[in-house]
C-alpha cells in the first residue's frame, strides 16, 4: 500500500502532538480525520480556547471532529465513516475499546518514556525530578491497560544537567514526530515486530510511575537534599512551576514560584529553609544537605525575574526563611 492510500485518523490535544501531525502531513499521508478536545474557558476572561492540534488542523483544512464523550453514538458513527486503516494517539485521552480497536490495523500511541518506565501522565517531569540521565520515546500499540500494550519502537536521548521540563520537552515532541513517522512506515512495510513490555521488565526491574502532578507535588520541601530539590525546580519548570512559601519575621507569608536554581556545594550547619543573601546578588537557601541558589524566581502577584531584580524590588529583613 503506498502511504497516500493509507487513511490516517490523529487524536491529539496539545503543542507536543502538533509535532507529529505536522510531520505527517508535511510528508503525504493521508490524515483523514483530527480528533481533539472540545474548546475550553482559559485566561483570566475564561474565553473559549481551542487545543493546539485543532488551531493546526483548521489551519490546514483537516477534517476535525471535538467530541464531548468518546462513546458518544453520533461521534462512534462519525469516526466508524471515515474508514480509517489506522489510528494514531499522542497525548489525547485514555481510549475505549471500541475506539482503539477500530482501525483494521490497529491504534498505536506515542509515549514521552521509555516504557515500561514512566508510564502515566506526566513522563517528562517524573524523568528529570528523580534524576534521571536518560528518557526517550515510544511507539506501542493500544491496549486494555493505559501505556501497557506493545512495544514497536524506542528511542533514547540523554537527559542533560541543565535540561528542564520545558526543553526536554521540546527535544522529545520533535524526536516523537520521528518515531511517528518510523513507525508509519514499518505499518505499511508490515515490517513491524512488536515486544510485550512484560518482556523488559525483570524480578530486579522497579519500575517508576508518571501519574499526574497535583499543586502539592510542586510544593518544595527544604528538608531534602539540593540535589533532590534542585532535580524537582528544574522538573517543573517552566510549569508548572516549584513552589514555597516566603515567611516574613512577623509570619505574613508570599508564596514564591522558583523556575531556576543551581546547587552550592558548601557545608551546611542551617536550619533548612534559611535564607542567607547579601540583597543585592544571591539569595542562597539552606536544604538538609547543601545550599541551592536561586536564579529565576516569581513572586505572588508580580512578573517572573532573575534574582538581583527580585532582591532589588523586595527588602530580605533578618529571620526571613522559606518553608
Known amino acids: ?26 510528508n503525504g499521508y493521508n490524515v483523514v480525520g483530527v480528533i481533539t478536545t472540545p474548546d475550553k474557558p482559559a485566561g483570566r476572561g475564561y474565553r473559549m480556547q481551542a487545543s493546539e492540534v485543532k488551531k493546526y488542523a483548521l489551519e490546514h483544512d483537516l477534517l476535525l471532529l471535538q467530541p464531548e464523550k468518546l462513546k458518544n453514538e453520533v461521534f462512534l458513527n462519525e469516526l466508524q465513516q471515515l474508514k480509517a486503516d489506522l489510528q494514531i494517539v499522542v497525548a489525547f485521552r485514555m481510549l475505549p475499546e471500541v475506539i482503539w480497536n477500530m482501525p483494521r490495523l490497529g491504534t498505536f500511541n506515542l509515549h514521552a518514556s521509555l516504557l515500561p518506565q ?21 511507539t506501542f500499540f493500544l491496549s486494555h491497560e493505559i501505556d501497557t500494550g506493545k512495544i514497536i519502537f524506542r528511542e533514547k536521548m540523554p537527559i542533560n544537567d541543565d535540561d528542564n521540563a520545558g526543553t526536554l520537552h521540546d527535544k522529545l515532541m520533535k524526536l516523537g ?69 516566603l515567611i516574613l519575621p512577623d509570619q505574613s507569608a508570599f508564596t514564591l514560584k522558583i523556575y531556576n536554581s543551581e546547587i552550592v556545594r558548601s557545608e551546611n550547619h542551617k536550619t533548612p529553609g534559611t535564607i542567607i543573601s547579601d540583597s543585592k546578588n544571591y539569595m542562597d537557601i539552606a536544604t538538609r544537605e547543601g545550599y541551592l541558589r536561586i536564579l529565576d524566581l516569581q513572586i505572588a502577584g508580580k512578573k517572573r525575574m532573575n534574582i538581583k531584580n527580585f532582591l532589588n524590588g523586595f527588602q530580605l529583613s533578618e529571620g526571613t526563611k522559606v518553608r
Open 1 to 26: 500500500m503506498r502511504k497516500e492510500d493509507l487513511r490516517i485518523v490523529f487524536m491529539g490535544t496539545p503543542t507536543f502532538a502538533v509535532e507529529s501531525l505536522k510531520a505527517l502531513v508535511e
Open 118 to 138: 514512566y508510564r502515566g501522565a506526566a513522563p517528562i517531569n517524573w524523568a528529570i525530578i528523580n534524576g534521571e540521565k536518560e528518557t526517550g520515546v515510544t
Open 177 to 245: 514526530a520521528e518515531l511517528v513517522l518510523k513507525t508509519v512506515d514499518a505499518v505499511l512495510e508490515n515490517s513491524i515486530d512488536t515486544i510485550p513490555q512484560s518482556e523488559l521488565i525483570s524480578d530486579e526491574t522497579i519500575l517508576k510511575p508518571a501519574p499526574k502532578i497535583f499543586k502539592e507535588t510542586c510544593r518544595i520541601n527544604w528538608e531534602d537534599t539540593a540535589e533532590n530539590i534542585y532535580n524537582l525546580i528544574r522538573g517543573l519548570s517552566p510549569t508548572p512551576t516549584a513552589w514555597t512559601e
